[in-house]
């Protein structure tokens, strides 16, 4: 596509956008009474306007019923969880069975390896990326502690080569092969949540099991942001949270999701609890826990139902849209975000001087979502400053990174432009 760093060229863009109606249903912080540029849907997504009736449903019902809710209530709470299945496996691309919907993301990372590394004395080891976000490497670390071995030994991390931001594929394919018959487990974001590189999930699931290893990932910053086929790449276990990319609130549910190999296996070792046990004999109360095929027997509690419906909210907004059309903006959007950054560095700026704009984000579709990451040359945190004062929320990492994401479902190109002018305002 031709960009062009001019309002009305994104007036136009938004003018054609099919889904330009829907930034109408999400809330738009202001900030000195101005509507923000809000780019950190990689960090919490925005309130949609129908999550306050989706909870007080349930207030209600549960004012009204009291445990009886359990049953008689709109949405029966016994069952409540199973409303997800079928549209968050549209998400991520599993099956039904294959997904639920329960805890927080580290908790259930935690769950699914206990399940997923299950070390001996010949393979043992774990691949992750470098510089993973700090609650898989804690995650990792632990379950390592916790089998009794050395974690200098056991976890091997694929870092970028000198002088480059982002893993090369082949490096990771070259560690499993390395690591062959040592290893146990690959466990890696499937999006750095960094750099926003997108790493070739269904070609290291293949390498993993070609050296009979597990492989599953973190897909905090996957879901509803780039097109999963977990089922289809054979990816043994994932999880990811729901209040980025599916705008379900801070702190709220997380997703997982079991290969339907290892739903049917029910000799498979886990942690259990009596949602996870079989329905027709739940309420005997009987000694024996016998799992259900499906992901649900990963599940050991009951639903938290008023933070579920926070996420039925958004998971409804998504089946109404599909992934498909979600997609098709996102390359456009954040495309059009990657030019205006590009130009604004190449006609205001200068390496010579120290100062530019770096986009660390790999420029191949293939390997990116929404996500753009810019590396300020020559600016401190004064410059994301500034930007925060005018309305523009990003995310700062030290020493000079800005994280954007500008998400398909409420950012405009306006949104874009009006950054745009920002930036120009605050490096000069």
Not at 72 to 96: D, Q, R
Request: hydrophobic share 40%; proline share 4%.
């Amino acid at each position: 596509m031709n960009y062009e760093n001019r309002l009305e060229f994104a007036q136009k863009m938004d003018e054609q956008d099919e889904l330009k109606s829907y930034r109408d249903k999400f809330y738009i912080p202001n900030i000195n009474g101005k509507q923000t540029v809000y780019f950190t849907g990689n960090s919490l997504g925005l309130q949609p306007k129908s999550t306050k009736d989706y909870i007080n449903t349930e207030l209600d019902d549960w004012a009204k019923w009291g445990v009886e809710g359990h049953f008689l209530g709109t949405n029966p709470w016994f069952a409540y969880h199973e409303m997800f299945a079928e549209p968050v496996s549209k998400i991520v691309g599993a099956l039904p069975k294959e997904v639920v919907v329960m805890n927080n993301l580290t908790v259930n990372l935690n769950l699914l390896l206990i399940s997923f590394y299950r070390p001996t004395d010949s393979r043992y080891k774990i691949i992750c990326e470098a510089k993973a976000f700090p609650s898989d490497q804690y995650a990792l670390e632990m379950q390592v502690r916790n089998a009794g071995l050395n974690p200098n030994d056991a976890i091997i991390e694929v870092a970028p080569r000198e002088n480059e931001r982002t893993i090369r594929h082949e490096d990771i394919i070259a560690a499993i092969n390395e690591a062959g018959e040592s290893l146990a487990c690959v466990m890696i974001g499937g999006v750095n949540y960094f750099t926003g590189q997108v790493f070739d999930m269904k070609a290291i699931t293949e390498a993993a099991h070609k050296v009979g290893s597990n492989c599953g990932f973190d897909l905090a910053h996957g879901a509803g942001n780039i097109e999963l086929k977990l089922h289809d790449w054979g990816v043994d276990f994932a999880c990811w949270c729901s209040y980025k990319y599916l705008n379900s609130g801070p702190g709220g549910v997380s997703g997982a999701f079991v290969h339907e190999k290892h739903c049917n296996n029910t000799d498979l070792p886990r942690l259990a609890g009596w949602w996870g046990h079989d329905k027709e004999t739940r309420f005997l109360m009987e000694k024996g826990f016998q799992p259900i095929k499906s992901a649900e027997s990963w599940q050991m509690s009951n639903a938290p139902v008023l933070t579920m419906a926070a996420h039925k909210a958004s998971v409804d907004i998504f089946n109404e849209v599909g992934m498909e059309k979600l997609l098709k903006k996102q390359k456009t959007l954040s495309g059009y975000l990657e030019f205006v950054v590009d130009d604004i560095s190449d006609k205001h700026l200068n390496k010579v001087e120290g100062k530019w704009l770096e986009i660390i984000t790999p420029r191949n579709w293939e390997e990116r979502g929404c996500q753009v990451s810019v590396i300020a040359h020559g600016f401190g945190k004064e410059l994301f400053d500034k930007l925060t004062e005018e309305g523009v929320i990003t995310d700062w990492r030290e020493p000079n990174a800005i994280r954007m994401a500008p998400v398909p479902l409420y950012n405009s190109y306006e949104d874009i432009y009006r950054f745009g002018e920002i930036l120009t305002k605050a490096i000069n």
